[in-house]
Every structure is written in structure tokens, then in C-alpha cells.
């Protein structure tokens, strides 16, 4: 069953952002992630605290959980402090 990384995310620092961004694609893609979706969310009801949401597929749970646990991923990981602020759940 797919796998599903909803990040919700204020972006404090978007030239960071963008270094960790632009480091993270790839590896995401190398392991078996995708970006479906990112951007600034239209609230449709209730109240959003949050400027951008993204949303990723894996294609399992322990794909995903190979690359958030990667040594990569940690490294890269070090880029996203400071730059952005977030909360990230998957389903």
C-alpha cells in the first residue's frame, strides 16, 4: 500500500530552503519517493497555521522508512535547521 509524507512548513529562509531542497529531490527519488504535490495551501475550512504543505508518495511505509533513516538523509536533513519550520506526519 502507498505511503504518504504530508509536510506542513513556514519557510524562514528560502535560499536554505532551496539549498536542502535541491539536495533532498534526489535522494528522495533514488529511494522510490515522489513529489505529488507542494505549495501554498487554499484553506477551504478552519484555519491553516501554515504557508506551504507538500506531499510525497512512497510506494511502502518501509521505503519511506529507508530513506528518512538514510545517513543521507541525515546530512541532508542539517540544510532544513533554520531555514523552515514544520510538522510532518505520514499515512
Same mark, same amino acid.
Given at each position: 500500500?502507498?505511503?504518504?509524507?504530508?509536510?506542513?512548513?513556514?519557510?524562514?529562509?528560502?535560499?536554505?530552503? !532551496?539549498?536542502? #531542497?535541491?539536495?533532498?529531490?534526489?535522494?528522495?527519488?533514488?529511494?522510490?519517493?515522489?513529489? /505529488?504535490? *507542494? $505549495?501554498?495551501?487554499?484553506?477551504?475550512?478552519?484555519?491553516?497555521?501554515?504557508?506551504?504543505?507538500?506531499?510525497?508518495?512512497?510506494?511502502? !511505509?518501509?521505503? #519511506?522508512?529507508?530513506?528518512?533513516?538514510?545517513?543521507?538523509?541525515?546530512?541532508?536533513?542539517? /540544510?532544513? *535547521? $533554520?531555514?523552515?519550520?514544520?510538522?510532518?506526519?505520514?499515512?
Amino acid at each position: 500500500m502507498a505511503n504518504y509524507l504530508i509536510i506542513y512548513q513556514n519557510v524562514a529562509n528560502s535560499e536554505r530552503y !532551496q539549498e536542502y #531542497f535541491t539536495a533532498v529531490a534526489p535522494l528522495i527519488q533514488r529511494h522510490g519517493g515522489r513529489l /505529488l504535490a *507542494q $505549495g501554498t495551501p487554499e484553506v477551504i475550512e478552519g484555519t491553516l497555521l501554515w504557508q506551504r504543505v507538500v506531499l510525497l508518495e512512497w510506494s511502502s !511505509q518501509q521505503d #519511506f522508512l529507508n530513506f528518512w533513516h538514510s545517513e543521507e538523509y541525515a546530512e541532508i536533513k542539517k /540544510l532544513r *535547521q $533554520g531555514a523552515t519550520e514544520w510538522q510532518a506526519a505520514i499515512v
